[in-house]
């Protein structure tokens, strides 16, 4: 993820998308190299930290979740919508080439039984971020969601007004 701290950036959030339905057909691609940065770290470490604890999303309240682990093809499906949101400066679910977040996930090689997405605009930091979706319900359940087993994330900067774009990826992957 690449974060540039200090900016003063306006805040956008976006619904949350997902789905538990089969996914089209695999067009596989090898992941990139897995050793997350300190802000994937974070993101991981956040998102399992508030998942290990009961939390009022909107008028849900939901019971703890199990922690996630990080994919290395989720990352890469969100660092290349963050990207894409940021090269056009669209804070949307639908990338540019218009596919949705199971789509983009397929694309990666991962085969999935449930994904979901947050995506962000304007957040300068990994708790800055993390506090807005947790404040949403819509967020907040995807981040909670018990069905999700996996994360990947990433921010992406726009060059046009260096505003941050993220994006988090969570999945199950398709049972044998």
Not at 11 to 28: F, V
Not at 37 to 55: F, H, I, K, T, W
Not at 122 to 146: F, K, T, Y
């Amino acid at each position: 993820m690449r974060i540039i701290a200090g900016l003063g950036c306006r805040l956008l959030l976006a619904g949350c998308g997902g789905s538990a339905s089969s996914n089209p057909p695999e067009q596989p691609e090898a992941p990139q190299d897995c050793r997350l940065s300190e802000d994937q770290q974070a993101m991981l470490a956040a998102v399992n930290a508030a998942r290990s604890q009961p939390r009022s999303c909107g008028s849900r309240n939901l019971a703890p979740a199990p922690a996630l682990r990080w994919s290395c093809r989720l990352a890469l499906a969100a660092e290349r919508h963050a990207q894409d949101m940021a090269n056009h400066d669209l804070l949307s679910h639908t990338s540019t080439d218009g596919l949705q977040v199971g789509e983009r996930v397929t694309a990666t090689g991962y085969r999935w039984q449930a994904v979901g997405e947050n995506i962000a605009a304007g957040q300068r930091s990994v708790a800055e971020v993390m506090q807005d979706w947790l404040q949403s319900a819509g967020h907040c359940a995807n981040i909670m969601n018990p069905l999700h087993a996996e994360l990947g994330a990433a921010a992406a900067v726009s060059g046009t007004d260096a505003r941050i774009y993220w994006a988090q990826v969570f999945a199950r992957p398709r049972e044998p």
